[in-house]
């Protein structure tokens, strides 16, 4: 879960919940042509999908082959549980951590990104 002022502002909530995914794993079942990216920052794309406006994925042009997938936006059951939080120094001065996951001031692990 990112607390970093990019991704709250994103989402309008206090954190994103995103998970890292090789781009090459990564498809869509339908309305792939409904998503499209812009470039939010030098480098770095945003895809959302132009019908509804859901955020998708972001993904860096160094980083070909690595999404961050925007949990919220999946319509499949997720068994997968969140396993820690990142830029939590940036954290909304509101939102209390409660659930004992581990804090990163930093993006310190992903094993994609």
Known sequence: ???CSQCRRAQ???Y???SP???SQFR???GQELVKEFEFTAGK???FCWECGSRIYSRLDS???ALRLRIGSLTTPIEAKPSYHIYANSAAEWYEFTDG???YAELEYSPLV
């Open 1 to 3: 879960m990112c607390h």
């Open 12 to 14: 309008g909530s206090a």
């Open 16 to 18: 994103a919940t995103n």
């Open 21 to 23: 995914i090789r781009a």
């Open 28 to 30: 869509f079942v339908t």
């Open 45 to 47: 794309k945003r895809a």
């Open 63 to 65: 980083k070909p082959d």
């Open 101 to 103: 996951l581990p804090r």
